[in-house]
């Protein structure tokens, strides 16, 4: 079975890098189509972003402040914040400072009175440590998919298919919190072998307390490899049934080659998709996977900031996840196409 | 190796239906208990689901099979009491998913004019979020309870079914008993209830199950953050995260909760799964 295995990183040889004469630069074109369409639509999800975090009931101010301060008390908060201001003209200046990394102030820290109110500095640490809590999962993850899918669809009705694909059919349906609650349960309570929290201490880094990390990357992969596992599968099986392995075979080419050198690369691109879907999974399960453990990443922050009523929180958060959302979406796209001959001839 | 290759072997379809049948039976036999225990749960409880009944955090004992929660509070009542709001709120949000997705799919698809690319790329738009964070938005905006959670999955959810019914009723709007019905002087919504409707129903009903697991998923997520439903309501998902202190003293105040929300979501997908299998093949899109 190793042999199956190794040739899993993606295949970028000459072969299928071909560039594409005749017409002028068609993948230029499409990388600027999709760039200007990915551009256009985080710019609709900053509106959806701000009006969301503004139509909150009563007001920023009165809600910081509570029902029962002066009426002098919430204006001069709103002056501060500058809610005073039309809806629109916020929404521009908070973007143009988004798009250069102000993201204002903390309404919270500003209605406490703190001097240090400014929400960038606030993002860094967290967005460290989620990216780094993201990333070994992604390394984690994106070998075993196909590993686990390719071996499962190879081997598709028998016994080792059943041994992978019934776990990630329970596993990968489970939310987060209920597999992360029986990991804690099973490696903290009765184990005692690792922390059922990451709080990575005051200033800690990630890299320092590894072993915090094990449960937040355990529930993660268990959630994604499921999914992904399933559909990898599926895309060996329908590969292993074109015609093309089938004249393979009859010309005598062995098993291990028909899958090294026909299979597999034809497997890979479909694959491109399903693993940029898992990577955007994560940007949304590390939402909760954080919470479940207290890591103290992006995920908590944004929890907390919708919990504490901090709008300008929120929408910092919110417009970086969605981004990161985006690029992820596009680079796959990219990728594919670069992957795939006969897609790059459609364009 | 691979035998199945070498003889260029399909994979055993005998069994695979075998396996994917019993999915099935196990998964609608889940179903029904888990259902029964929504609905009938609060009648067998044998404590209120509200009152406290002894120590905080104690151990499964006679009087309380699944011991008490982090407030002294009966688990197994709670745990009975607490799948009402799951199911019945994951099947509102669904159908407000339904309703709302074929609503705009139609319209997006059968009105060619500057409406379909206007809902077409507001769906794009929400479909560029990560489900959980657009549901935290819409709590941000609206706050938490009932109708906003139920709202909340209606709106991550929709585009999906907005894009089949789209692509569908394109389709069918070419054929001709639509055009017959044109030429006959219907009126649109007419045309659009009886001729295009029924025939986009198969693919759209193919979903059902995986979209019911979503909601259902998203709803308890939320409530499981805090941000959702608010104590001391009894619910699976916020009983999760309410008792974790305790996770040591009385793990049943945890586990029971998770078991039925995982028994749950794992015998809805199975019959998700069929129903996918049988009616449609799409489904990866949310």
């Not at chain 1, 002028?24 to 900053?46: E, G, N, Q, Y």
Request: charged share 15%; proline share 6%; aromatic share 6%.
């Amino acid at each position: 079975m190793v042999a199956s295995v190794e040739p899993v990183t993606p295949v970028t040889g000459d072969r299928i890098g071909t560039p594409h004469r005749g017409r002028r630069h068609p993948v230029l074109a499409f990388v600027a189509r999709r760039l200007l369409a990915a551009v256009l639509t985080l710019l609709a999800a900053s509106i959806l972003i701000y009006l969301a975090a503004s139509v909150l009931p009563g007001n920023a101010a009165e809600v910081l402040l509570g029902r029962n301060a002066s009426p002098a008390a919430v204006h001069h908060l709103k002056v501060e914040l500058g809610l005073n201001r039309p809806l629109v003209d916020r929404y521009l200046s908070w973007l143009g400072g988004a798009v250069s990394g102000d993201f204002g102030r903390s309404a919270v820290a500003v209605a406490e009175g703190r001097p240090d109110s400014a929400i960038a500095a606030t993002l860094g640490r967290p967005l460290f440590n989620s990216a780094v809590l993201a990333l070994i999962t992604a390394l984690l993850l994106v070998p075993l998919t196909l590993l686990f899918g390719m071996t499962a669809g190879v081997f598709a009705g028998r016994r080792l298919d059943y041994a992978i694909s019934v776990p990630s059919l329970v596993f990968g349906g489970l939310p987060e919190f209920v597999s992360g609650t029986a990991l804690i349960f099973l490696f903290f309570t009765v184990l005692g072998a690792l922390p059922p929290v990451a709080l990575l201490g005051a200033t800690g880094s990630p890299f320092s307390y590894l072993n915090q990390l094990v449960l937040p990357v355990l529930t993660l992969l268990a959630v994604a490899l499921g999914a992904g596992i399933r559909q990898v599968r599926s895309g060996m099986i329908d590969v292993l049934q074109e015609d093309f392995i089938r004249f393979a075979r009859l010309n005598g080419v062995t098993d291990s080659r028909i899958l090294l050198r026909y299979a597999l690369r034809n497997a890979l691109a479909p694959s491109v998709q399903i693993i940029a879907q898992n990577l955007q999974y994560l940007v949304g399960g590390i939402i909760i996977v954080e919470s479940v453990f207290a890591y103290p990443g992006i995920g908590t922050y944004l929890v907390n900031a919708v919990q504490a009523r901090d709008v300008g929180e929120v929408q910092a958060a919110a417009i970086i996840l969605a981004a990161i959302y985006i690029v992820i979406n596009i680079i796959a796209d990219l990728v594919v196409v670069l992957l795939v001959p006969k897609l790059r001839t459609e364009l | 190796m691979a035998t199945a290759i070498a003889h260029g072997r399909k994979p055993r379809r005998r069994q695979s239906l075998g396996f994917y049948g019993a999915g099935l039976v196990v998964g609608v036999v889940l179903l029904v208990l888990l259902v029964g225990v929504a609905i009938f749960g609060p009648l067998l409880a044998p404590h209120s689901s509200i009152q406290t009944i002894g120590v905080p955090a104690k151990p499964p004992d006679g009087s309380s099979p699944l011991g008490t929660d982090f407030l002294g509070r009966d688990v197994l009542s709670r745990v009975l009491c607490g799948g009402r709001s799951t199911l019945f709120l994951g099947g509102a949000a669904t159908l407000l998913t339904y309703l709302l997705g074929t609503s705009v799919g139609l319209i997006a698809g059968y009105v060619r004019t500057a409406v379909d690319p206007l809902l077409m790329r507001s769906v794009d738009v929400l479909l560029a979020f990560p489900a959980l964070l657009l549901m935290l938005l819409f709590v941000t905006a609206f706050g938490g309870s009932a109708a906003v959670l139920v709202g909340g999955v209606a709106l991550v959810l929709f585009p999906g079914v907005a894009r089949i019914v789209r692509t569908a009723t394109l389709e069918i709007s070419t054929r001709g008993y639509v055009e017959a019905a044109v030429a006959r002087g219907e009126t649109t919504l007419a045309i659009l209830r009886r001729e295009v409707f029924p025939n986009v129903l198969g693919p759209i009903v193919a979903d059902l199950g995986v979209r019911f697991g979503w909601s259902i998923i998203l709803i308890a997520s939320v409530n499981y953050l805090g941000l959702g439903l608010q104590p001391p309501t009894a619910d699976w998902g916020l009983m999760i995260s309410e008792n974790r202190d305790i996770i040591s003293g009385n793990p049943a105040a945890l586990l029971a909760p998770a078991a039925m929300l995982a028994l749950l979501v794992i015998s809805v997908n199975l019959v998700g799964d069929a129903l996918v299998r049988r009616l449609g093949t799409s489904g990866d899109q949310r």
